[in-house]
């Protein structure tokens, strides 16, 4: 498991390390302030949910357990915000300020609440169906944003590439 775990998180570093020598030679590029947080929680994501829970670290195991979960929450918040300003998806505003709250936010509080009381992990995690439900509609949602954006027509090849790097982004 921390094979994998190294070899993504040293693929994220390449990329962080890129975008930052990228961010530098064109400061004025907001999009690549967005990939760059985005690659930030994607690492955060993937040493925390790599590395924990780990009895050898310190800290209880609930506290890992939240730690782990918390990242695996906030890398798909910050997603409907990705898109939204990164491909300029109108239709995506709702995901990204009501969306998130309701069905990621909340439910996370929910579950770190259920799980501080009852101690068991497997019962809890029954709780996430809501997010993943959410996930379903996000991505319906974001398909429909980007038909929207290119006047239902796919011709372009512009609007394949778009379709195809976000559907692959999200497929994780």
Same mark, same amino acid.
């Given at each position: 498991?921390?094979?994998?775990? $190294?070899?993504?998180?040293?693929?994220? =570093?390449?990329?962080?390390?890129?975008?930052?020598?990228?961010?530098?030679?064109?400061?004025?590029?907001?999009?690549?302030?967005?990939?760059?947080? /985005?690659?930030?929680?994607?690492?955060?994501?993937?040493?925390?949910?790599?590395?924990?829970?780990?009895?050898?670290?310190?800290?209880?195991? $609930?506290?890992?357990?939240?730690?782990?979960?918390?990242?695996?929450?906030?890398?798909?918040?910050?997603?409907?915000?990705?898109?939204?300003?990164?491909?300029?998806?109108?239709?995506?505003?709702?995901?990204?300020?009501?969306?998130? $709250?309701? !069905?990621?936010?909340?439910?996370? /509080?929910? !579950?770190?609440?259920?799980?501080?009381?009852?101690?068991?992990?497997?019962?809890?995690?029954?709780?996430?169906? =809501?997010?993943?439900?959410?996930?379903?509609?996000?991505?319906?949602? =974001?398909?429909?944003?980007?038909?929207?954006?290119?006047?239902?027509?796919?011709?372009?090849?512009?609007?394949?590439?778009?379709?195809?790097?976000?559907?692959?982004?999200?497929?994780?």
């Amino acid at each position: 498991m921390y094979l994998i775990t $190294f070899i993504f998180v040293s693929i994220e =570093l390449v990329i962080l390390f890129y975008l930052g020598i990228y961010k530098l030679a064109r400061p004025d590029d907001k999009t690549a302030n967005l990939n760059i947080v /985005l690659i930030s929680l994607l690492l955060i994501y993937n040493i925390t949910g790599g590395l924990l829970p780990d009895p050898k670290l310190p800290g209880s195991y $609930f506290f890992q357990e939240v730690v782990a979960y918390a990242t695996g929450f906030i890398t798909p918040c910050y997603f409907p915000y990705y898109v939204y300003h990164a491909f300029q998806l109108q239709k995506m505003r709702f995901h990204v300020y009501n969306g998130v $709250f309701l !069905f990621l936010v909340l439910p996370y /509080l929910i !579950f770190v609440s259920v799980f501080a009381l009852t101690s068991n992990l497997k019962e809890t995690e029954n709780l996430l169906i =809501l997010p993943v439900l959410y996930a379903v509609w996000a991505i319906a949602s =974001l398909i429909k944003a980007i038909k929207k954006k290119y006047r239902y027509s796919f011709d372009s090849k512009e609007s394949k590439v778009e379709i195809m790097v976000l559907l692959l982004s999200i497929t994780p």
